[in-house]
């Protein structure tokens, strides 16, 4: 379901141009659960966002679900995001003037879903991540892990087909790591595809598919051994 | 596929963007309503002088709304020179007869006196009001009312009884009875018995117009001697409302006959419509509104400049917030829409503060100065200036609202 097919991405620079991405084959199938791993400046930060279509590539086509996305127009992407891809952040970016349950339900939002439904798929993804008792709590009133899990709950809302995490335990202590980590494990055994982008081995072990990123590149695809849950 | 991705925007986005922008605004009360500062006190500004202009033309056009726009009025004209010569032009009685008998179209003819007879007293107290002789069509065409007693009549005016109908100022400054029918006046050397009291106009200018009282026309005109041309005014009605300007014309060329004016030399007379000083007031009050208007103008486009300027300040602030909502599907519309709203919403909460501290400046202003009509502002015109402020808001939030809307996501959600 996520094809991309010999992708090139380079950006200028000032006056230099620097390639991302030097020619990327990848496929990513249903309820797959993968690693994208890399040292910083490998170009697994441009990978993800070409994957999450918050960018297009210079070269190359990426299907997704059966469409290229490769040509689509800011709004078309944004469309697309906001049906196929849930994001979680490093710094959870959460609305911080907004409740719990209202941070969940601003992707519904804008998928023009009527106020009653919005609500009560929120209330939903939030007991699915332990928060059914904190919907009215605004961010700066939880933890760490809890708003890791807010922002969990946000991305799973629209029930997209990938989830996608950058970096999703690097602002959390080991413990709350793990939490995190459960809940994503959790979520592909019910049959969620599940991307994250990590640096930290221990996270990276969390997957069943390990793809390493450098210099634009994948250098390394393998898939791990299985792990007990 | 483009068609469906062409989504129109339910109003329960609207809403949702609607609520986002209070809640905006509501985190920063006092930069809120710091930056539609300016737009409060233009509004302010406005709706305080319009009340104060309206309340003001009001009271006059109720003044004269008594006397019907089917009234003319005869009057000579002085030049200057005229004063310091001492030779005063008039009217004569013959002009009197002459729009009585030798103008067709003409229902009702109200010759009035102002007569120089000296102090009005009573039982030692003094005054000294208008002295005014006048008929019974007075109450008509004039639009006269009593309160207690009754008019000058025809057979007052025929029999060249001693009279008088007085103004309240009159009855308060001479201390006659609450009633004063049947007291008797000394006006100059005569006698005259009070027959009636006139309804109370109140001023116009600061001027009372209850300070006076009528006597009748022929008592009058034999008071102030036979030689003497006395100052007199003519009003009269029309019989046709839709002929007034032919009976105009008419009444012109028979007074000019009678006053033997050369053709093609200047009248030494004018016959004005009575309301002409309503319609000349009305357009003074309209020209003082659109310089307003223009000073308003002005000072909306500050604060409009004020709005755009926080509104920019606002959105790099918020370039974050807009990653992520960029990052959770919302089109550049959406996002478009939500910082219109905001800047809007600001707007226009400085224009409504404004209506309602306006209303308040005007009547504290009209009650501040003594003898002044009460403050009235038209409800369009309180619409309208709610309209405009939120009309500033949209106009200066497209430039903060697009430049939202054009950000990059990833480049917003990297922003610290």
Redesign the interface.
């Known amino acids: 379901m996520i094809e991309l097919r010999d992708i090139v991405k380079r950006y200028v620079l000032g006056e230099e141009v620097v390639l991302a991405l030097a020619g990327v084959d990848l496929f990513i199938g249903r309820n797959e659960y993968v690693a994208l791993i890399g040292p910083s400046g490998s170009g697994k930060s441009t990978l993800m966002n070409l994957i999450g279509c918050l960018d297009t590539p210079t070269e190359g086509r990426y299907i997704l679900n059966g469409r290229d996305t490769s040509s689509l127009s800011e709004d078309e992407l944004a469309e697309v995001r906001n049906r196929e891809i849930g994001f979680v952040f490093q710094s959870f970016h959460l609305l911080p003037r907004q409740t719990a349950l209202q941070n969940v339900m601003q992707p519904l939002v804008y998928r023009r879903m009527p106020p009653a439904e919005r609500r009560a798929r929120a209330v939903r993804a939030l007991q699915k991540v332990g928060l059914g008792d904190r919907l009215d709590h605004r961010p700066n009133q939880l933890s760490g892990g809890q708003r890791q899990r807010v922002a969990v709950a946000r991305a799973l809302v629209g029930e997209p087909s990938i989830l996608l995490a950058d970096e999703p335990t690097g602002n959390l202590d080991s413990r709350t790591s793990a939490e995190i980590m459960a809940l994503f494990d959790d979520l592909h055994a019910q049959g969620q595809t599940v991307v994250v982008i990590t640096h930290e081995p221990d996270i990276a072990a969390h997957c069943r598919r390990t793809i390493r990123v450098l210099d634009g590149r994948i250098v390394e695809d393998a898939q791990n051994p299985a792990r007990a849950a | 596929m483009?068609a469906r991705?062409l989504?129109v925007?339910?109003l329960?986005?609207i809403g949702?963007a609607f609520n986002a922008a209070l809640?905006?605004l509501n985190?920063h009360r006092l930069r809120s309503f710091l930056t539609t500062l300016g737009i409060l006190i233009g509004t302010m500004a406005v709706i305080a002088v319009v009340s104060v202009l309206q309340g003001f033309s009001e009271s006059i056009s109720n003044q004269f709304s008594d006397l019907g726009s089917n009234t003319l009025t005869l009057r000579a004209v002085n030049e200057q020179e005229n004063f310091r010569s001492g030779r005063i032009n008039r009217l004569s009685f013959d002009d009197v007869d002459v729009l009585r008998y030798k103008v067709a179209g003409i229902e009702r003819v109200s010759p009035v006196i102002t007569a120089q007879l000296g102090v009005t007293s009573y039982r030692g107290r003094t005054a000294t009001p208008q002295i005014l002789g006048a008929t019974e069509e007075a109450q008509d065409v004039l639009g006269v009312e009593t309160t207690i007693g009754r008019f000058l009549t025809g057979s007052d005016e025929r029999s060249g009884r001693r009279v008088v109908v007085i103004g309240t100022d009159v009855r308060d400054e001479l201390r006659l009875p609450r009633d004063p029918v049947g007291e008797y006046l000394l006006i100059g050397r005569e006698w005259f018995r009070v027959v009636g009291l006139l309804e109370k106009r109140g001023e116009i200018f600061g001027f009372s117009q209850d300070n006076r009282l009528f006597i009748p026309f022929s008592v009058a005109r034999a008071l102030t001697g036979t030689f003497e041309r006395p100052s007199m005014e003519v009003s009269f009605t029309i019989t046709d409302l839709t002929q007034v300007a032919q009976v105009r014309e008419r009444a012109e060329r028979a007074v000019r006959l009678a006053r033997k004016i050369a053709p093609g030399k200047p009248a030494d007379f004018e016959i004005r419509a009575a309301d002409s000083f309503v319609q000349r007031f009305n357009q003074i009050t309209a020209t003082a509104t659109a310089v307003l208007a223009g000073i308003v103008g002005i000072s909306l486009l500050v604060g409009g400049i004020g709005i755009m300027n926080i509104m920019l300040v606002s959105v790099t602030e918020r370039t974050?917030?807009i990653?992520?909502?960029?990052?959770?599907?919302?089109?550049?519309?959406?996002i478009l829409i939500q910082f219109l709203l905001e800047a809007a919403l600001l707007s226009l909460l400085g224009g409504l503060i404004g209506i309602v501290l306006g209303l308040l400046a005007g009547m504290g202003i009209a009650a501040l100065i003594p003898n002044f009509p009460p403050a009235h502002v038209p409800i369009p015109v309180m619409i309208a200036a709610a309209g405009f402020s939120a009309l500033v808001g949209v106009v200066f939030g497209i430039a903060p609202a697009s430049k939202a809307a054009k950000l990059d996501?990833?480049e917003a959600?990297r922003y610290e």
Do not use: F, H, Y
């Open positions: 483009k991705l989504r925007n339910s329960s986005v949702e809640a905006s985190a974050r917030e990653g992520i909502l960029k990052a959770l599907g919302a089109t550049r519309q959406d996501p990833i959600l």
